[in-house]
């Protein structure tokens, strides 16, 4: 959207899109961002933008959280309860339940663990390549069938 910009895109929009619903974007096998439906154009907020947020399970005990971008290659998962063990090298995936993503699309690895106040927050280094949007799959349906 932006000269050096690599956060925000403008995508084709493809037919019978909602407004006020977001849509998951994969690129290739992992997550790379959400797209929303804006004045009849398509957006798509990749993993290192701060409006890119979906919910994550993290590690083999599936610890809930929201994932939020940071910056390139780096989000943070906010609002883990305080009795999940989690760990560097964790993986993340999407949960499925917030109807943007399918469960189980690989998203990041865990690289630090913070405890604040009432919860943990974990930053996760990213899979998705933001430097190299080519193709995205728009999901738009999550809802298992």
């Known amino acids: 959207?932006?000269?050096?910009?690599?956060?925000?895109?403008?995508?084709?929009?493809?037919?019978?899109l909602k407004v006020d619903k977001l849509y998951g974007l994969i690129q290739g096998e992992v997550v790379a961002g959400i797209a929303e439906l804006h004045n009849n154009q398509l957006y798509g907020y990749l993993t290192s933008d701060?409006?890119?947020?979906?919910?994550?399970?993290?590690?083999?005990?599936?610890?809930?959280?929201?994932?939020?971008?940071?910056?390139?290659?780096?989000?943070?998962?906010?609002?883990?309860?305080?009795?999940?063990?989690?760990?560097?090298?964790?993986?993340v995936r999407t949960s499925g339940l917030d109807d943007i993503f399918?469960?189980?699309?690989?998203?990041?690895?865990?690289?630090?663990?913070?405890?604040?106040?009432?919860?943990?927050v974990a930053y996760i280094q990213t899979y998705s390549d933001i430097y190299h949007p080519k193709t995205f799959f728009l999901v738009n349906d999550a809802k298992a069938s």
């Not at 959207?1 to 019978?16: A, D, G, V, W, Y």
């Not at 919910?55 to 009795?83: C, D, L, Q, Y």
């Not at 189980?104 to 604040?116: A, D, R, S, Y």
């Open 1 to 16: 959207m932006k000269l050096n910009s690599f956060s925000q895109i403008i995508l084709t929009k493809p037919k019978e």
């Open 50 to 91: 701060e409006k890119c947020r979906f919910s994550v399970f993290i590690g083999e005990e599936h610890a809930p959280g929201i994932a939020i971008g940071v910056r390139t290659n780096e989000m943070f998962i906010k609002f883990i309860p305080k009795w999940y063990k989690i760990k560097e090298g964790d993986k």
């Open 102 to 120: 399918f469960a189980n699309i690989p998203v990041g690895v865990v690289t630090k663990v913070e405890l604040q106040s009432s919860y943990k």
